[in-house]
């Protein structure tokens, strides 16, 4: 047998453990290379679960409640300090006593003023944060009754938001108007646009007024002023008494925290960017085209902080009125741009 000649080919039995498999087996848990988890694994099944219950038992998906230990611990404090103030006085008040009669019995009635002003500032302050509620629930309950098809609920609101602005002798004619027309009008939309018409429209004229001068100042004053911090201050202090008679005009009473929360709110409301943006455009068109480059940085200063505080005067307008714009439109900040035009004129 020569060595050139061919190998044969070996034979191996089915069951030997040489056999290689062809097809290897796939993991239970792959299909189609995708892992798939299971469901008792499955995290997000579960908290799509215990949220879809937390909604249907709150009506809203709130994060769980904490216990409260910053409101304890205010309170907590609030009571120490109360009692140590008591304490300091009680003791002022013997020391007195123990060296005059006279002094004592002027510290007791000393006292007795305090808590009573005490008294009467917390219930003004009461007062004003009902009035400024008050408001706004006139406001849901116009527009509830706006989309009501019982005429009810629209006699109803008007006869409330007439008794909320009696006070005001521009809304007497308003208020004969309404009771003479109001059996005429068988649609609610109707009824509530004649009762915006009739009582909001002579104040709204009259916050317009009041917009218009307060911007008129704010840009005399801070185009004048030569400090940037005094601008600052004068612009919050008419920004805050310009609120304050928004809300007096249309029915509110705030007090000190009352006037607070209506800054807030009127903040909130603000688009600032918004505000930027309308400032440079009317700034270009108080100053004419080409003009603002020769004119004193100052003027167009104080032409942006008008407008910004007819821009705020805008907001609180929209929060301290008791129904919302419908029938007589809404004041833009253009509105104002003629006021503005002569900044040397001298605040009224």
């Not at 004592?104 to 009035?131: H, Q, W």
């Not at 004229?205 to 004048?224: F, H, K, L, Q």
């Not at 030569?226 to 009473?253: H, K, N, Q, S, T």
Request: glycine letters at 8%.
């Amino acid at each position: 047998m020569s060595d050139d000649a061919p190998r044969k080919p070996m034979k191996f039995s089915e069951t030997s453990e040489t056999t290689v498999e062809t097809a290897p087996r796939r993991p239970a848990w792959f299909d189609n290379g995708v892992i798939e988890t299971p469901p008792e694994e499955d995290i997000f099944e579960a908290e799509g679960i215990e949220a879809e219950r937390r909604i249907a038992e709150t009506g809203s998906l709130k994060p769980a409640r904490r216990f409260p230990f910053f409101k304890i611990f205010s309170a907590a404090l609030g009571v120490l300090v109360s009692m140590g103030i008591g304490l300091w006085i009680d003791r002022l008040v013997n020391d007195l006593f123990g060296r005059e009669d006279w002094l004592g019995y002027v510290a007791l009635a000393t006292v007795a003023v305090l808590i009573l002003s005490a008294i009467g500032f917390v219930a003004r302050e009461l007062y004003g944060l009902k009035s400024l509620t008050n408001i706004q629930t006139l406001k849901q309950e116009a527009r509830d009754a706006a989309r009501s098809r019982s005429r009810d609920d629209a006699a109803k609101t008007v006869k409330a938001l007439s008794a909320h602005l009696a006070h005001r002798p521009e809304t007497a004619r308003g208020r004969k108007a309404l009771e003479d027309h109001a059996r005429e009008i068988i649609d609610n939309p109707g009824m509530m646009a004649l009762a915006e018409s009739e009582l909001l429209a002579p104040l709204d004229e009259e916050a317009r007024r009041m917009i218009a001068n307060a911007a008129r100042r704010v840009s005399v004053v801070t185009a004048v002023s030569p400090r940037a911090l005094v601008d600052i201050g004068y612009v919050l202090f008419e920004a805050a008494r310009l609120i304050r008679m928004l809300a007096f005009l249309y029915g509110g009473r705030p007090g000190f925290f009352g006037l607070i929360r209506l800054l807030r709110e009127t903040v909130a409301h603000l688009a600032v960017t918004g505000a930027i943006a309308v400032g440079d455009d009317a700034i270009q068109q108080v100053l004419g085209h080409g003009l603002a480059s020769k004119v004193s940085a100052r003027l167009g200063e104080g032409v942006a902080n008008g407008l910004m505080t007819a821009r705020i005067g805008i907001a609180a307008m929209d929060l301290c009125r008791p129904m919302d714009f419908a029938e007589i439109r809404r004041p833009k900040v253009t509105d104002f741009l003629n006021v503005l035009k002569d900044t040397s004129k001298t605040p009224r």
